[in-house]
């Protein structure tokens, strides 16, 4: 069964420093999607990406982070300067199609430790 | 704006018990979506079901069924039969048809389900 997988699971970094978190979503979806998880909380929406642009973001989504899709597996998160708070669970989604009745398919998440 | 609440931080259950997770939504739009996902301790979001805003039939999956009401705007999962494996932490989520043809998933902040043996 097909499905979106993440890389690394855990990753932990200095705070200050650039991290890539890394998503390969299934193949034929076209509409990519990066949601947060702080610890015992909900999941919140950060970003989706179509079409090799943005397309819509959350409060959350400022300008230390971005998305692109390299090389048109990869889809991938960088946060710039991370900062303490920036330490969650970081969840990549896909879907086949943007109707909103379609199932967003999750990767296993990516745990991002700032320290 | 949308909103999900699941009013229910966490319940403990005995296995073999019956138990209902309550979801209560707010939306201004006349079409969208509810979903529940299971997260598992190991941490990954498994989607469970899909319901639309029309259809207001409740479904039964094995020990799952979903009763949707949308006079309450209240998407409720119930486990019969609780076991072990079904400790994990349950989100309901809402999405909407955006202008732009795109739409998000909005969640709610989970109920963690805590079944002893």
């Known amino acids: 069964e097909p499905e979106v997988t993440q890389t690394p699971s855990h990753q932990v970094t200095q705070m200050g420093q650039e991290v890539i978190l890394r998503c390969v979503p299934i193949?034929?979806?076209?509409?990519f999607y990066w949601y947060r998880q702080i610890l015992g909380q909900k999941v919140e929406f950060l970003v989706s990406f179509y079409n090799n642009e943005i397309s819509e973001k959350s409060e959350i989504f400022d300008d230390q982070f971005s998305v692109e899709r390299p090389d048109g597996s990869n889809f991938t998160l960088k946060i710039r300067s991370t900062k303490l708070e920036d330490s969650a669970m970081y969840f990549c989604a896909s879907r086949e199609f943007s109707q909103p009745d379609t199932e967003a398919f999750f990767g296993q998440g990516t745990r991002l430790t700032v320290v | 704006a949308q909103k999900v609440t699941q009013a229910q931080t966490e319940i403990s259950v005995v296995e073999k018990e019956d138990v209902t997770l309550d979801c209560v939504y707010e939306?201004?739009?006349?079409?969208?979506?509810l979903f529940w996902y299971k997260q598992p301790p190991s941490g990954e979001l498994v989607f469970l079901i899909r319901?639309?805003?029309?259809?207001?039939q409740n479904e039964i999956s094995g020990r799952y069924s979903w009763n949707f009401q949308k006079s309450t705007s209240s998407f409720n999962f119930t486990i019969t039969a609780s076991q072990v494996v079904d400790s994990a932490v349950y989100f309901c989520?809402?999405?909407?048809?955006?202008?732009?043809?795109?739409?998000?998933?909005?969640f709610g902040k989970g109920t963690m389900l805590l079944v002893s043996p």
């Open positions: 939306t201004r739009d006349t079409t969208y979506y």
């Open positions: 989520a809402l999405s909407e048809a955006r202008g732009s043809g795109y739409s998000t998933l909005t």
């Open positions: 193949s034929n979806h076209l509409y």
């Open positions: 319901r639309n805003s029309f259809d207001e």
